[in-house]
């Protein structure tokens, strides 16, 4: 089946450690997407990359790397920069192209907890 | 930067009643997007629009694509328990493809 994952569902941070969280997605999209979900609000987002090799800071980059080695895979870094990390992480992807706004289409999300 | 605004911040309603909310935008979007969200889970695509005018339907669920481009709304009609969920609304202005959000409708349903 075509879709994009996530893992872990949950995962626990100790303080001033790195974490990495996966986004795979086999849907042959061009542009994937990192958000950031706090409890009670919107979709916030951290990085987003048009094409392999290539990647840009979205509206809370601050603690946060990325790297886009594949076309299928968008690894996120929570480093021990970000002091908030607690939240619900999104991965999203969509056909990179002009004209009208591509739909996003988001993956099931990984909860990470700051013990 | 753009802003979504969206209304209501929530809803309490009978099952059976019908729902309405709504996006305005300080800025002229090209597609609105529809989204419902479980607890829990990823954001799931409900209705997308392209079109100034434009009106769609997915079932139960309606929404429309203001003339001004500025605004959308959805309806859901004879609400049932598993409408129960967050509903977001996103706008895209040609930007590379970049979404604005709304800030979400979360709906409880009374059976």
Redesign the interface.
């Known amino acids: 089946d075509g879709g994009?994952t996530?893992s872990p569902k949950y995962l626990f941070r100790k303080e001033g450690q790195n974490v990495t969280l996966s986004c795979e997605q086999n849907l042959n999209h061009d542009?994937m997407y990192w958000y950031r979900q706090d409890p009670?609000?919107?979709?916030r987002?951290i990085y987003?990359s048009?094409i392999v090799n290539d990647f840009q800071k979205g509206?809370i980059a601050e603690g946060y790397s990325v790297s886009r080695e594949k076309k299928e895979s968008f690894p996120l870094t929570v480093t021990s920069a970000q002091k908030n990390p607690t939240a619900?992480y999104?991965c999203?992807s969509?056909i990179?192209?002009?004209?009208?706004?591509?739909?996003?289409?988001?993956?099931?999300?990984t909860?990470l907890l700051v013990l | 930067g753009q802003q979504l605004n969206q209304s209501p911040q929530s809803m309490f309603i009978q099952e059976g009643e019908d729902v309405s909310m709504n996006c305005t935008s300080s800025s002229i979007f090209n597609t609105w997007l529809w989204y419902k969200q479980d607890p829990g889970e990823g954001p799931v695509l409900l209705i997308a629009l392209y079109k100034a005018g434009e009106l769609t339907s997915n079932g139960r669920l309606t929404a429309q694509f203001g003339i001004t481009r500025k605004d959308s709304f959805l309806n859901i009609s004879a609400s049932i328990p598993s409408d129960v969920g967050i509903y977001f609304c996103a706008g895209s202005n040609n930007a590379g493809n970049m979404l604005t959000f709304g800030g979400g409708t979360r709906l409880m349903v009374k059976p």
Do not use: K
């Open positions: 994009i996530q542009a009670g609000q919107g979709l987002l987003y048009q509206d619900f999104l999203a969509s990179a192209r002009q004209g009208p706004g591509e739909t996003q289409y988001f993956g099931p999300g909860r």
